[in-house]
């Protein structure tokens, strides 16, 4: 049976001045209840765009998973301040009952709504998410593939390699970035770095250094020559990600190759090089990287010293 502060609520959200309504809800904020969820899902359709926001804010504080239905239909609000709240509202959301209002919101008309569903499927953790999130991939919008990704990521399931590798070929670089992310942090190298290393030829440099990245994990020796070509790159992340794969694989046969990054004008790819080499190198890159000590970037000089230390620390063979 509702309280007497909770029917003092709902009377106070039926009267037609929409402060009042705001005050009412402002004023539960510090003792809402459970008795309250039916009013505050009412008023989280309320004309007032103030009133729906503070009743959503209440409902995430509540937690109950049966005020999730009033919260994605929010996430569709006209007003953003509303969405706002819905957004945050719906990644609080865990346990039983909370995967099927979700899984059903990936099919809303929404795209908004149908991203910000695969946004609470990941925090949920549950693998009973897993194919909803794959019939996600495939929405025509690409924010919502984008979320379903990720969210796939964090779910970390070898069975969405086949899915995800299909995405490498996506029309949306930042979907093509994640898939990378997802697949080199769920799956084994074996499954993907052969159909990864031509996307350090992409033509967004964002993806190409998420390819590197993730290369970088993969031991694949087909990898070596397609990374050595991405130390060509117009963009200095791309050429330090290759760096940074190179050093991480071991490929000794790179160190020509890195020798001249020691020049390079991004600091960044500098401070890079030098400690590829001064794991990769021997006593032939000294002077290369005895020059950089007197380098202008303090990073740069740092790395050096570094390199310079284990290569006098390395016996000769």
């Not at 495939?138 to 590798?165: E, I, K, N, Q």
């Not at 990054?261 to 600091?267: D, K, S």
Request: hydrophobic share 50%; proline share 5%; with cysteine.
């Amino acid at each position: 049976m509702a309280t007497d502060t909770t029917s003092e609520l709902q009377a106070a959200l039926s009267d037609p001045d929409a402060t009042r309504r705001q005050l009412a809800l402002i004023d539960r904020a510090d003792d809402v209840g459970i008795d309250d969820l039916g009013a505050l899902v009412a008023a989280a359709s309320d004309c007032d765009p103030t009133v729906r926001r503070l009743a959503v804010g209440l409902l995430e504080e509540l937690g109950d998973v049966r005020a999730l239905p009033a919260i994605v239909s929010a996430l569709a609000d006209s007003d953003p301040g509303v969405r706002e709240a819905a957004q945050s509202a719906v990644r609080e959301f865990r346990g039983q009952g909370a995967l099927a209002p979700l899984v059903a919101a990936t099919r809303h008309e929404h795209s908004e709504v149908r991203e910000w569903a695969a946004i609470g499927l990941r925090e949920l953790r549950d693998e009973g998410a897993m194919s909803a999130l794959l019939a996600a991939l495939t929405d025509p919008v690409a924010a919502v593939r984008r979320a379903a990704v990720v969210s796939l990521a964090y779910l970390r399931s070898s069975g969405s390699a086949p899915a995800l590798l299909a995405l490498l070929d996506d029309d949306d670089p930042g979907v093509r970035r994640l898939a990378i992310a997802a697949l080199a942090r769920n799956s084994n190298p074996q499954t993907w770095a052969l159909r990864v290393a031509p996307r350090l030829s992409d033509e967004n440099w964002q993806v190409r250094a998420e390819a590197a990245r993730a290369l970088a994990d993969s031991r694949a020796p087909e990898a070596v020559s397609p990374l050595v070509r991405a130390l060509g790159d117009d963009h200095w992340q791309v050429i330090k990600a290759a760096v940074v794969a190179l050093d991480s694989m071991g490929a000794r046969a790179s160190v020509p190759h890195l020798l001249p990054l020691l020049a390079n004008p991004a600091p960044d790819v500098r401070q890079a090089a030098a400690e590829a080499l001064g794991h990769l190198g021997s006593e032939a890159v000294r002077s290369g990287l005895s020059q950089l000590t007197a380098d202008g970037d303090v990073e740069v000089r740092k790395a050096a010293s570094r390199a310079l230390d284990r290569l006098g620390n390395v016996q000769p063979t």
